[in-house]
């Protein structure tokens, strides 16, 4: 399964954006058995989960990411949402969204790009 993350772009430091994830049709029936996280990668660096959301709702973060962003989900819409206020120029990544423990197969990623 892989799942498709969008609404990344390009954005001045300190300002917002929101990364959307829709379930694919082929999991739309398990989706609200699973935790659900993003992750993001840097050039030359190692994947690092971001944020996790459970399928009730309870919320985990990296500490380089809290009270800046925001994880929600809505389960009958089968999608995953990362809110990311107060961006700065490390959170320029490529951002995924996968389970948590992730899948085998990833999804291409939204480039995130904050410029100081």
């Known amino acids: 399964v892989q799942l498709q993350a969008s609404g990344g772009g390009l954005v001045q430091a300190g300002g917002s954006l929101r990364l959307s994830c829709a379930a694919p049709r082929s999991i739309t029936s398990v989706f609200n058995s699973y935790v659900m996280a993003w992750y993001r990668q840097a050039p030359g660096k190692e994947r690092e989960s971001v944020a996790s959301?459970?399928?009730?709702?309870?919320?985990t973060y990296a500490d380089s990411v809290k009270g800046r962003f925001t994880i929600s989900r809505d389960n009958s819409k089968k999608t995953v949402y990362l809110q990311m206020n107060s961006l700065k120029s490390e959170d320029t990544s490529v951002y995924y969204c996968?389970?948590?423990?992730?899948?085998?197969?990833w999804g291409q990623g939204t480039q995130v790009t904050v410029s100081s």
């Open positions: 959301i459970t399928v009730g709702g309870a919320t």
């Open positions: 996968n389970a948590n423990p992730p899948w085998k197969k």
